[in-house]
């Protein structure tokens, strides 16, 4: 049978892979985070380094014990804006419904 979209079976072909390696990531990410808080008050952004590390633990970890993507693509669209929202915070954002949706969405 022949392919008709080799791109599209070449990336499926990828996430597949992805998810077959879970913990790797996670056991990555944890070790990334590790390794990078003592460092990270040095930095003029260490604190956003810390913030997108505690983020890709907590999508790698929702991959790990996910049995299939959609856990996978719930944690990425939770953790996004999370992210975005306490970056946005870590900048100064003074506005209190800001700071509330980030102390609940983190």
Not at 29 to 44: D, Q
Not at 97 to 103: N, Q, R
Request: aromatic share 10%.
């Amino acid at each position: 049978m022949k392919v008709r979209f080799p791109r599209i079976a070449a990336s499926q072909a990828l996430v597949g892979s992805i998810f077959g390696q879970r913990c790797f990531y996670l056991f990555i990410s944890l070790i990334g985070l590790i390794v990078a808080a003592p460092f990270a008050p040095e930095f003029e952004h260490g604190r956003h380094l810390i913030n997108v590390a505690q983020v890709l633990v907590l999508i790698a970890a929702v991959a790990a014990v996910g049995r299939s993507t959609t856990p996978f693509l719930i944690a990425v669209l939770l953790g996004l804006p999370a992210l975005v929202v306490q970056l946005m915070v870590l900048e100064g954002a003074d506005d209190p419904g800001v700071v509330a949706f980030s102390a609940t969405a983190f």
